[in-house]
C-alpha cells in the first residue's frame, strides 16, 4: 500500500513518518514537502493513500487535493486540521476525512489501518474509482462525531453539554426538533427544547437522530425522495436496535440507519430493486454500482467503525460478513428488508439459527410501519 505525506516538518514530524514507515513492511511510505512534487509523484505511480498538511509553500491544499481527485480518484485523501483555522469549504468538499493536529500517532495509524481493512473489505477498483469521481460528496456528519468525541471523552457529559452542543449547528438543531415531535418519537407530548429532547429521548435516540438530520438532511441526487429515505432508516435503526441484545443495539441500530446512504450518490442502483435484479448478473465490468457497497465505502472513507461498514455492505447478502452468527449484518438484513417490504434471506436465518422469530419480527416490523394493531 502506497501512503504518500504532502507538506512540511510542523505538521508532519519526521519521527511520525518514520513511525508509519516501520510499522508494516507492505507499506510504501513517502513524504514530500510540496504539490508539485506530490502532483507528479501521483501521475507517475497509483496512491493508495495521500495525507496533506493545510498549508504547502506552492499551492493551496484544496489544489492539490483537486489534482489527486483528477490523476488518481481511487485514492483516499485525508487532509489535516487546525481546530483554530476550520478548513476552506473547497477542502472539506475534496477530502474524505480529517485529522486534526497536533497529528497524534494513534490517530494517524488508526486512520491507515481502517482504510487498509477497507481496501481488503470492498476491493472492486470501480468501486474506488467511481467513489473517487464525484465532484461533491455528502459531507462527514461533524455534528455528530463532535458528539460521539464528546461521550467518549467524558462520561458524565451532561443533557446540558449535549444540547449545546447541538445547538451550534441552528440547522441540525431544528431538525433534529422536528424529528422528535414526529408520531414516531414524540407519542403525542411536545418537545420543545433540546435539553429536554436528550432528557426524554436519551443519548442513544438522539445520537442517530443528529446522524439522521446530518446524513439525510444533504442534498440528494434527482428522483431520490430525501424525506421518504430519511422515515425509512429511522424506522429500520428503531427495528434493529429490537433484534440484537443490548450490548450491540446502538452499534445495528446506527448501521441500520446509515444503510441506504449510498442511494445519496450518483451513478448507483438500488440493490432491493426487482427491476435492477438483472444487473447482478451483468459482467463485473457492466454491472451497475450497488448502492450497499458504494454507501459501505463512503462510511469507510468517513472512518465509521468497521462492523457498520461491513453490515452496509452486506445488507442484502448477510452470509457473505466476517461473523457466521446472527449480529449486527443480520439485523440490518432483516430491518432494512422488512422497512422496504423486501425479501429476507430465510435460509441465511435458518443457519445462524433465528428462522424460528422471524414472524415475531414481521409484527414489529408492521407496528412501526403502522400497517399492524398495536399492543393493548
Not at 501521483?42 to 489527486?68: F, K, N, R, W, Y
Request: proline share 7%; hydrophobic share 45%; with cysteine.
Amino acid at each position: 500500500m502506497r501512503i504518500l505525506f504532502v507538506g512540511g516538518e510542523d505538521s508532519l514530524p519526521p519521527d511520525l513518518i518514520d513511525l508509519v514507515g516501520g510499522m508494516d513492511e507492505s507499506w510504501d511510505v513517502q513524504c514530500v514537502g510540496d504539490g508539485a512534487t506530490a502532483t507528479a509523484l501521483a501521475a507517475d505511480l497509483p496512491q493508495d493513500i495521500v495525507v496533506v498538511a493545510p498549508m504547502l509553500p506552492d499551492m493551496p491544499a484544496a489544489t492539490l487535493l483537486g489534482q489527486i481527485r483528477t490523476l488518481r480518484p481511487e485514492t483516499s485523501r485525508i487532509a489535516l486540521v487546525r481546530s483554530s483555522e476550520p478548513p476552506p469549504a473547497r477542502v472539506l468538499s475534496l477530502a474524505h476525512r480529517f485529522l486534526p493536529l497536533p497529528l497524534g500517532e494513534e490517530v494517524l495509524l488508526e486512520a491507515i489501518g481502517s482504510l487498509e481493512e477497507l481496501r481488503d473489505l470492498l476491493g472492486d477498483p470501480r468501486l474506488r474509482e467511481h467513489i473517487g469521481r464525484i465532484d461533491q460528496l455528502p459531507s462527514p456528519p461533524h455534528t455528530y462525531l463532535a458528539l460521539m468525541h464528546a461521550l467518549e471523552a467524558d462520561d458524565d457529559t451532561s443533557a446540558t453539554d449535549i444540547a449545546r452542543l447541538i445547538s451550534g449547528d441552528p440547522a441540525i438543531a431544528a431538525k433534529v426538533l422536528q424529528l422528535c415531535n414526529s408520531a414516531y418519537f414524540s407519542a403525542g407530548r411536545s418537545i420543545t427544547d433540546l435539553r429536554m429532547a436528550v432528557t426524554r429521548l436519551g443519548i442513544a435516540t438522539l445520537r442517530n437522530l443528529v446522524l439522521a438530520s446530518e446524513v439525510f438532511g444533504q442534498a440528494t441526487q434527482p428522483g431520490v425522495d430525501r424525506h421518504a429515505l430519511q422515515q425509512r432508516a429511522l424506522l429500520a435503526s428503531q427495528l434493529a436496535r429490537r433484534l440484537l441484545p443490548e450490548s450491540s443495539a446502538e452499534l445495528g441500530a446506527t448501521a441500520a440507519l446509515l444503510a441506504d446512504i449510498g442511494l445519496l450518490l450518483p451513478g448507483v442502483h438500488d440493490g432491493r430493486s426487482v427491476a435492477d435484479a438483472a444487473c447482478e448478473g451483468a459482467p463485473d465490468g457492466d454491472a451497475p454500482l450497488g448502492h450497499a457497497e458504494a454507501g459501505a465505502y463512503l462510511l469507510g472513507l468517513w472512518g465509521l467503525p468497521m462492523p457498520i461498514i461491513e453490515a452496509v455492505a452486506f445488507q442484502r447478502a448477510p452470509a457473505r460478513a466476517g461473523t457466521r452468527s446472527f449480529w449486527v449484518t443480520g439485523a440490518v438484513h432483516v430491518a432494512t428488508s422488512l422497512v422496504a417490504r423486501v425479501g429476507v434471506d430465510e435460509d441465511y436465518l435458518r443457519r445462524t439459527g433465528v428462522l424460528d422469530r422471524l414472524g415475531d419480527w414481521r409484527t414489529q416490523a408492521d407496528r412501526l410501519l403502522g400497517t399492524a394493531p398495536q399492543p393493548a
